[in-house]
T-cell receptor, first 110, second 114 residues
Framework: DAKTTQPPSMDCAEGRAANLPCNHSTISGNEYVYWYRQIHSQGPQYIIHGLKNNETNEMASLIITEDRKSSTLILPHATLRDTAVYYC???????????FGTGTRLTIIP | GAVVSQHPSRVICKSGTSVKIECRSLDFQATTMFWYRQFPKQSLMLMATSNEGSKATYEQGVEKDKFLINHASLTLSTLTVTSAHPEDSSFYICSSLARDYGYTFGSGTRLTVV
């Protein structure tokens, strides 16, 4: 699986949009970008995933650059409950293993 | 959506005893289950991949005789930590791939060996 690079930590004011970047410069054409988050002492929670196109669901938006070498997860109106570690993962379904990087610890500030 | 139920959520055991952790897929068939371990303030590390009806595949450095994995049915996979020691204290998490829902994770098991 391709490696990903994320900033170790970020702060965001409550109510503002949180933009979490991820670099995956060695991504292959058939690899997806997945985002998960982990709140303390819980299992990871699925947020969103994409291949080439930008995606949006009820939780977040995913913006993937045209060359697919980076992406940004956007939480449009961050709340205190969004405080968590966010993981950007590149997945090759042929391999099926999910390999976690160090993630970004997002802290939402009141 | 796909749900993986993991039990127990936390367990304390004496050094030298064995502990079994169960993960059940509630509304889908889990052909493959992934087992992770997470130490405090660290990321999830894949330990092994269990496949229904066949032997598990262990990652490099993970002792297969210490971490016994059984995946006898399409809805149940178990991880047994044998002869547990304090250094085995960790957060253990299972995950499975449901084709229509992606990777689903259990809620984790906090193991403390005293």
């Amino acid at each position: 699986d391709a490696k990903t690079t994320q900033p170790p930590s970020m702060d965001c004011a409550e109510g503002r949009a949180a933009n979490l970047p991820c670099n995956h410069s060695t991504i292959s054409g058939n690899e997806y970008v997945y985002w998960y988050r982990q709140i303390h002492s819980q299992g990871p929670q699925y947020i969103i995933h994409g291949l080439k196109n930008n995606e949006t669901n009820e939780m977040a938006s995913l913006i993937i650059t045209e060359d697919r070498k980076s992406s940004t997860l956007i939480l449009p109106h961050a709340t205190l409950r969004d405080t968590a570690v966010y993981y950007c993962i590149v997945v090759n379904f042929g391999n099926e293993k999910l390999t976690f990087g160090t993630g970004t610890r997002l802290t939402i500030i009141p | 959506g796909a749900v993986v139920s993991q039990h127990p959520s936390r367990v304390i055991c004496k050094s030298g005893t064995s502990v079994k952790i169960e993960c059940r897929s509630l509304d889908f068939q889990a052909t493959t289950m992934f087992w992770y371990r997470q130490f405090p303030k660290q990321s999830l590390m894949l330990m092994a991949t269990s496949n229904e009806g066949s032997k598990a595949t262990y990652e490099q450095g993970v002792e297969k005789d210490k971490f016994l994995i059984n995946h006898a049915s399409l809805t149940l996979s178990t991880l047994t930590v044998t002869s547990a020691h304090p250094e085995d204290s960790s957060f253990y998490i299972c995950s499975s791939l449901a084709r229509d829902y992606g990777y689903t994770f259990g809620s984790g098991t906090r193991l403390t060996v005293v």
